[in-house]
Structures are given as C-alpha cells and as structure tokens.
C-alpha cells in the first residue's frame, strides 16, 4: 500500500547539483518522518538525511553535511534532496523512505521506494 517513487537522478559532474524528489501515497504523508538512503553497488546502505513531519527539523549523515538539504513539501505529499557539490563516492541508487530512525529505515525497506541512480562522474 505505501507507495514511495523517486526521480531526479542521473549523471553529473563532480561540483555538479541535482535535486531528488519522492512521491508519497497510500498513508498519512505529515504524520511521518521520512529519510534518505543511499547504497552504492556492492556496499552495505548508508543513511543520508531525515526530517521530521513538519520539516522543521533535519539531520545529515556527516558524509553529505553541509552539501545536501532534505526538504518535505507535506500539501504535495513529497519528499525532496538537494544535492549540491556532488562528489564521485556520492554515486549510488538513492532511496526516499518513511521513518526517520536510521536504524529503523534501514531494516524496513517494505517502507523505500524503488530508487533513482546518481551517478557523479566526469
């Protein structure tokens, strides 16, 4: 029933930006925390970023820190990450997911979407 779609991703330059956005359906978007996940091929998933229902509140892996901004647009029932000054170990398919607990969402992946590629090369 939860449905989480991602989309934005594709190949850019290293110092390059992209913005990632996640479309929410089939539960109370407002209600919850969401987060970013990301996992580059053969590596274990890293947590990204998470924010709180209001949007008020967000909290960055320190690999991505200063870089990326999680936002939440709670009317459209989406999620978003911008990414700017992308480097090439920021390649990896990027999943939205609901919760915000890093441990939580990395262990209930019914709740991620199905990922869109960045890829950061030159």
């Known amino acids: 029933q939860v449905q989480l779609v991602e989309s934005g991703g594709g190949l850019v330059q290293p110092g390059g930006s992209l913005r990632l956005s996640c479309a929410a359906s089939g539960f109370t978007f407002s209600t919850y925390y969401m987060s970013w996940v990301r996992q580059a091929p053969g590596k274990g998933p890293e947590w990204v970023s998470a924010i709180n229902t209001g949007g008020g509140s967000t909290r960055y892996a320190d690999s991505v820190k200063g870089r990326f901004t999680i936002s939440r647009d709670n009317a459209k029932n989406t999620l978003y990450l911008q990414m700017n000054s992308l480097k090439p170990e920021d390649t990896a398919l990027y999943y939205c997911?609901?919760?915000?607990?890093?441990?939580?969402?990395?262990?209930?992946?019914?709740?991620w979407g199905q990922g869109t590629q960045v890829t950061v090369s030159s």
């Open positions: 997911a609901r919760g915000g607990d890093p441990i939580g969402v990395m262990t209930s992946r019914d709740y």
